[in-house]
């Protein structure tokens, strides 16, 4: 299996790098808006799909949008910890316009948690390593609180609000944390609000971290802060396990100081609807960010992933790479990676991947990289995305050597995933992973 390594800026630009990068592990080199144009000239098959998206509220691309931030920098975007500054989503803003709106609605009205006498709607276990300090709780307004997280919809400003103490986990000035923190987050009902606010931070030159597991089913609206010190090393894994009928959105957002190290790792298998939105900053000179998701969308399961990146210092280097697979009528799943460079962000480094394997008829994914850049004084910038079916030439080979097509399937999807799963550091959800996405294996191809 050939795979092809383009984590560094040196691709940029460079056709042949990318569609190696579309083409390695089984999926072929083809765009998300070819996949579009094809469906459009299918005929009446394509103006079905189309039908089906409008009727969920979703804009395709091509068609218009007339929001305010239609045409506006993403630099521009309202941040507010005030939910009256925010109006309900619609497809014509282009933030919203792939999401099927109608089967989000209930996280856009501002509702509180609805805990029950012992029964919350969200249940929280927390695990905390050896030499860090006991969990706290933040009052909105109370440092470190609203740091880095400054809400930019009506989801995030709403489990803000809503939320009137922050889980605070800390990693101590100088420690070096072995342990991950762990935080495991148990819906107990698929028609309970939840709201939440966490807060993870490392103190300078401090080693740490954190797990978010998140389970069970609920209405979930959260907000994740994640603050990394001068030279301290973060590691943020969040996974969504959620039941079938779960609704989820959630707003991560990070600022890095100087020479920080941030490693972002998202991983959503499960959930009816989950939209995560994933925001790095960075406020210093030499600091890195990296991340890293995977995702597997099922029949009528929808999963989006957006990214930004706020390169709003100089000499800073990010990495993004987002690699899903899709199976069954109606799944779908949509990965949007915005990088902004700034004018001041002289020497930046920077790249964003994303691959999607359709493993089905009746699935789609749409992928939009974006870069926006402001200064000419670059080191690299670059970014790479496919969309693609089974490579024929590849079952052929596998099974040319005896191994039946079921396996050989397998095997590629296996592939497919495996040098994203080799970078999560704990070695109890590498393998947890692996099992799940076996499962979904098992399922699909039996």
């Given at each position: ?54 009727d969920e509220g979703i804009a395709l691309p091509g068609s218009p949008a007339s929001g305010e931030d239609s045409h506006a920098t993403r ?152 603050i990394v010190g001068d030279n301290s090393q973060m590691t943020v894994i969040s996974l969504q396990n959620w039941d079938d009928d779960a ?47 995977l995702y597997f969308s099922d029949e009528g399961q929808f999963l989006e992933h957006r990214i930004f990146v706020d390169h709003a210092a ?133």
């Amino acid at each position: 299996m050939t795979t092809t390594d383009v984590k560094g800026p040196e691709s940029s630009g460079d056709e042949q790098a990318n569609e190696a990068v579309g083409g390695a592990a089984g999926a072929a080199p083809v765009a998300a808006q070819d996949v579009l144009v094809e469906d459009e000239d299918r005929g009446e098959a394509g103006r079905t799909v189309r039908a089906e998206l409008e009727d969920e509220g979703i804009a395709l691309p091509g068609s218009p949008a007339s929001g305010e931030d239609s045409h506006a920098t993403r630099a521009n975007r309202v941040r507010s910890f005030e939910v009256a500054d925010f109006s309900r989503p619609t497809s014509k803003d282009e933030e919203w316009r792939f999401t099927p709106l109608r089967v989000l609605s209930p996280l856009f009205e501002d509702l509180p948690t609805e805990d029950l006498e012992g029964d919350p709607a969200v249940a929280y276990e927390v695990g905390v390593p050896e030499g860090a300090p006991e969990a706290s709780t933040l009052a909105p307004g109370q440092s470190p609180r609203g740091t880095a997280l400054v809400p930019e919809d009506i989801v995030s400003a709403v489990a803000s609000a809503r939320t009137e103490q922050a889980l605070h986990l800390r990693a101590p000035r100088g420690a070096e944390l072995s342990d991950p923190f762990r935080v495991a987050i148990t819906g107990r009902g698929a028609e309970r609000r939840g709201n939440a606010h966490v807060v993870l931070e490392t103190e300078e030159s401090s080693v740490a971290t954190f797990v978010l597991d998140h389970t069970g089913s609920a209405r979930f609206a959260e907000n994740v802060e994640m603050i990394v010190g001068d030279n301290s090393q973060m590691t943020v894994i969040s996974l969504q396990n959620w039941d079938d009928d779960a609704l989820h959105i959630s707003a991560h957002h990070s600022r890095l100081g100087r020479d920080a190290r941030l490693k972002h790792i998202v991983v959503t298998l499960g959930g009816r609807a989950v939209r995560i939105n994933a925001i790095g900053e960075f406020s210093a000179p030499g600091s890195e960010l990296e991340k890293l998701g995977l995702y597997f969308s099922d029949e009528g399961q929808f999963l989006e992933h957006r990214i930004f990146v706020d390169h709003a210092a100089p000499k800073c280097t990010s990495n993004s790479a987002y690699k899903g697979a899709l199976q069954g009528k109606g799944a779908r799943s949509v990965w949007v990676g915005d990088v902004l460079i700034r004018k001041e962000a002289e020497g930046t480094s920077t790249y964003e991947l994303n691959r999607n394997l359709v493993l089905t008829e009746g699935a789609r994914a749409d992928s939009v990289p974006n870069l926006e850049i402001e200064t000419g004084e670059i080191e690299g910038a670059g970014h790479a995305a496919a969309t693609g079916r089974f490579d024929d030439e590849q079952l052929f080979y596998l099974r040319a050597r005896g191994i039946p097509e079921l396996e050989a399937r397998r095997l590629v999807v296996r592939g497919f995933f495996a040098e994203l799963i080799q970078q999560i550091d704990v070695p109890e959800i590498r393998e947890a992973l692996t099992d799940s996405i076996e499962a979904e294996l098992q399922r699909s191809m039996n």
